[in-house]
């Protein structure tokens, strides 16, 4: 007779979890900042179990200056970690659209006009440009555009609007910049010649109307824009 109970102990596996439902939210950053990947999610762990895992952006063309570009791109959730990492598994995962931005960086862009001669137009002329903020090693500059004085008389520090100005340059699209831009400058009044007209009488006889003759107006201006009389003697 066989009395007592036997047991047999058997091999049980606990097999991993596999992770599903990851998603990536959507983030952005500004040009040669730091990117900033958005959170990794899952919809299946359990509990309060630790799991975790971080996103990279899928970067490739970089500027002048070794800066990934302007643009929208995808993002790769890496290998999961944390203390219950071990009970799960993850083959990865990449957003299916792009859904990081990085946006361009602003500039502050100057202009200085250069002084001129009274020439009856507001036209002033751009002489250097200045740029504010560009990335060292980087190929942007401030251009095209044009000028225009206040108005068109002359006087010291007149107001000078640059409108229509941008960015170029290899990096160029990585920026943004002020379309316009001011700064002041000086129209001298230009010199104008008045000269006798000659004339002669016989003896005897009255005078005949003396006259002038100008020379230096600028533009449409004639002797009709002047103020006062000429004295003749």
């Known amino acids: 007779a066989v009395t007592g109970v036997q047991t047999c102990a058997l091999p049980i596996s606990i097999n991993q979890l596999a992770l599903t439902g990851a998603a990536i939210a959507a983030s952005s950053s500004t040009y040669a900042s730091a990117l900033n990947p958005g959170a990794v999610s899952f919809t299946n762990i359990n509990g309060t179990d ?15 200056s070794g800066k990934p570009i302007v643009g929208t791109y995808t993002q790769t959730a890496s290998a999961i970690t944390g203390a219950d990492a071990g009970n799960y598994s993850f083959g990865g995962f990449t957003t299916g659209t792009a859904n990081y931005t990085i946006n361009q960086l602003a500039l502050t862009g100057t202009i200085t006009a250069g002084n001129k001669v009274y020439d009856a137009t507001n036209a002033a002329t751009i002489s250097s440009r200045g740029l504010t903020g560009a990335i060292l090693g980087d190929v942007v500059n401030y251009a095209g555009g044009t000028a225009t004085f206040s108005d068109q008389n002359a006087a010291v520090g007149k107001t000078v609007t640059g409108t229509g100005l941008g960015l170029s340059g290899a990096d160029a699209v990585n920026y943004s910049a002020n379309s316009t831009a001011l700064t002041s400058a000086n129209i001298t009044p230009t010199a104008l010649t008045i000269s006798a007209n000659n004339a002669s009488r016989d003896f005897g006889v009255a005078n005949p ?22 004295s003749f003697s």
């Open 50 to 64: 630790v799991v975790t895992s971080t996103a990279s952006v899928n970067t490739s063309t970089l500027s002048t």
């Open 209 to 230: 109307a003396f006259s002038a003759s100008y020379t230096g107006f600028a533009g449409a201006d004639s002797p009709v824009v002047l103020t006062g009389t000429i």
